[in-house]
């Protein structure tokens, strides 16, 4: 298929929760050290959100720096979405108190679930928006409060988790394109692993599923880990196949930053050096969709990368999903 328009990324933005809680602070909540907490996850601080400050307004923030990094005017948008597992509630979506925030109307906007998979998921969605001329300019957010969905009494989640959001403008152009491929995957049967299993139409909100604690993420550490490796290590080699390009053009790998052992594992199965991969999750722990985004616009913000660099997004998270993307910034 031929298509009508190339996408460029215009710029980026992100925004964290002004709190930080430490390793030292999870002492004090569960049983556990910093000791094991960095040795088992590289972790060492996360953000969290104020109990007023919803998921749409982290993202709002997010938007804003990047809508300036783009010289754009919300005005001039024409899509929005917003990848989230977290969302502000389960209707109408955080896409749509975010375009009111944003002072725009009558555009279409929507969330996008896709656990930490999200933002690749989107960026696939709005690369074929806008390749095929559906719309022109688009605000691709991954916005994420997952220490709202946290269980406070369980080590083997609690320490992982943060708050914070990324965005991303694009925008059709005449030229090649800056997101070179995209592959996707997912397969259901695993939903079980991890999940979030209370509030919805299984497990409809009652007394007890608040007791169970059924409202917050339940994972098989050990298993997602297993499954996560090689299904990054495969994502990432299909996009760099799609997109006609190898290890050796990508300037820096951006992996969803799940644990830091996770990453280890990936890079040493594709073969590069940790140095090409960018690792930021110390700071911010595991924040799902909002991890490659954040990560994405850090890695500019600090000169990691310039105008030009190739760059490869590998994500795994809850379904499971998977994906990667091979972008121009
Ligand atoms: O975002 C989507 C993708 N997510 C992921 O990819 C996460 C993948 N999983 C992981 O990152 C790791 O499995 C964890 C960090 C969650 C856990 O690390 P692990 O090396 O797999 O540990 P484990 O679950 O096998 O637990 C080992 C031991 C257990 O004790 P026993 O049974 O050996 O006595 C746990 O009870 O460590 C214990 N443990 C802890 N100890 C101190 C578990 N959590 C903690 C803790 N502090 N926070």
């Known amino acids: 298929m031929n298509n009508k328009y190339g996408v460029k990324i215009l710029g980026t933005g992100s925004y964290f929760p002004e709190?930080?809680?430490t390793n030292a602070d999870l002492v004090k909540i569960v049983e556990t050290s910093d000791e094991w907490i960095t040795t088992r996850t590289g972790m060492k601080e996360r953000h969290l959100s104020a109990k007023d400050e919803p998921t749409s307004?982290?993202?709002?923030k997010a938007s804003i720096e990047a809508l300036k990094a783009s010289n754009v005017k919300p005005e001039e948008i024409d899509l929005i979405i917003v990848a989230t597992i977290t969302p502000?509630?389960?209707t109408p979506s955080t896409a749509c108190f975010l375009q009111t925030?944003?002072?725009i109307k009558n555009i279409p906007v929507f969330d996008l679930s896709?656990?930490?998979s999200g933002f690749v998921y989107a960026l696939a969605v709005a690369k074929a928006f806008i390749e095929v001329g559906l719309y022109k300019t688009i605000l691709l957010v991954g916005s994420e409060e997952l220490a709202k969905f946290t269980d406070w009494t369980d080590r083997n989640t609690c320490i992982l988790f943060g708050d914070g959001a990324g965005a991303m403008v694009l925008r059709a152009c005449n030229e090649p394109s800056d997101i070179l491929s995209v592959y996707l995957g997912a397969?259901?049967?695993y939903a079980g692993l991890l999940d979030l299993p209370g509030g919805g139409t299984r497990n409809p909100a009652t007394h007890d599923t608040v007791n169970e604690k059924m409202h917050?993420?339940?994972m098989l550490g050990k298993d997602v880990f297993k499954a996560a490796v090689?299904?990054?290590v495969f994502a990432a080699e299909k996009a760099l196949e799609f997109a006609a390009k190898k290890l050796e053009d990508i300037k820096l790998f951006i992996p969803h930053q799940a644990n830091m052992r996770i990453l280890e594992a990936v890079a040493k199965k594709l073969e590069i050096s940790m140095e090409r991969v960018f690792v930021n999750l110390h700071k911010t722990g595991n924040i799902s969709s909002a991890t490659t985004i954040t990560a994405l616009d850090e890695a500019i913000k600090t000169g990691r990368l310039v105008k030009g660099d190739l760059v490869e997004l590998v994500v795994f998270g809850a379904g499971f999903t998977w994906g990667a993307a091979v972008i121009r910034v």
């Open 216 to 218: 917050a993420i339940k």
């Open 230 to 232: 090689p299904k990054m």
């Open 57 to 60: 307004d982290i993202a709002y």
């Open 19 to 21: 709190k930080i809680l």
């Open 101 to 103: 925030k944003l002072g």
């Open 114 to 116: 896709a656990a930490c």
């Open 187 to 189: 397969d259901g049967a």
């Open 88 to 90: 502000d509630m389960l």
